[in-house]
T-cell receptor, first 113, second 116 residues
Framework: DQQVKQNSPSLSVQEGRISILNCDYTNSMFDYFLWYKKYPAEGPTFLIS?????DKNEDGRFTVFLNKSAKHLSLHIVPSQPGDSAVYFCAAHRAQGAQKLVFGQGTRLTINP | ETGVTQSPTHLIKTRGQQVTLRCSSQSGHNTVSWYQQALGQGPQFIFQYYREEENGRGNFPPRFSGLQFPNYSSELNVNALELDDSALYLC???????????????FGQGTRLTVV
């Protein structure tokens, strides 16, 4: 039962353009959604999060959009830089109890010069 | 750098053996969660420890067990290793309030376990 899905295993974007990574979820009980970035041989690094009561959160070049009715969120990176090349994981959890993060399968983003 | 450290970084074990993985949480954090990441998959929640007690468990068998110490560091123990246990094991620390809310989880670099 994959509650969080990232349907694109990989994405290739030109440097300077916008990168859009997508994520779908099935559990309407999730309260928080997060994006993590992972380089090889490192653990995931927290990027940005959004509460279920909001539809947008922005932090510098990163913006996360949440569409609750569609159970869909996306991460926009503008402008994309070579250092953004990594695997991006979407994750979600409920506010109460153990903050059990439920992760998607990840999307490998490659930024081409 | 997150301040969460895991040891060892790599480990090779034989099927049927037991293994202990260790995690030092970030200073000020009171909660440690463990995740298993198989190749090509996202991390899967194993369990969480809050103030030395188990505080939630994922869909993993009892041969996966853990401990949290008074300094909030943690161990993950796996008994009777199987080939499918080969994965990257990630530890994440956070600060959780009694209400259940908490900070974002900060991950260590992981321990790559190979079972042969």
């Amino acid at each position: 039962d994959q509650q969080v899905k990232q349907n694109s295993p990989s994405l290739s974007v030109q440097e300077g353009r916008i990168s859009i990574l997508n994520c779908d979820y099935t559990n309407s009980m999730f309260d928080y959604f997060l994006w993590y970035k992972k380089y090889p041989a490192e653990g995931p690094t927290f990027l940005i999060s959004i509460s279920s009561i909001k539809d947008k959160n922005e932090d510098g070049r990163f913006t996360v959009f949440l569409n609750k009715s569609a159970k869909h969120l996306s991460l926009h990176i503008v402008p994309s830089q070579p250092g953004d090349s990594a695997v991006y994981f979407c994750a979600a959890h409920r506010a109460q109890g153990a903050q059990k993060l439920v992760f998607g399968q990840g999307t490998r983003l490659t930024i081409n010069p | 750098e997150t301040g969460v450290t895991q040891s060892p970084t790599h480990l090779i074990k034989t099927r049927g053996q037991q293994v202990t993985l260790r995690c030092s949480s970030q200073s000020g954090h009171n909660t440690v969660s463990w995740y298993q990441q198989a190749l090509g998959q996202g991390p899967q929640f194993i369990f969480q420890y809050y103030r030395e007690e188990e505080n939630g468990r994922g869909n993993f068998p009892p041969r996966f067990s853990g401990l949290q110490f008074p300094n909030y560091s943690s161990e993950l123990n796996v008994n009777a290793l199987e080939l499918d246990d080969s994965a990257l094991y990630l530890c994440a620390s956070s600060y959780n309030y009694k209400t259940g809310l908490g900070t974002e989880a900060f991950f260590g670099q992981g321990t790559r376990l190979t079972v042969v």
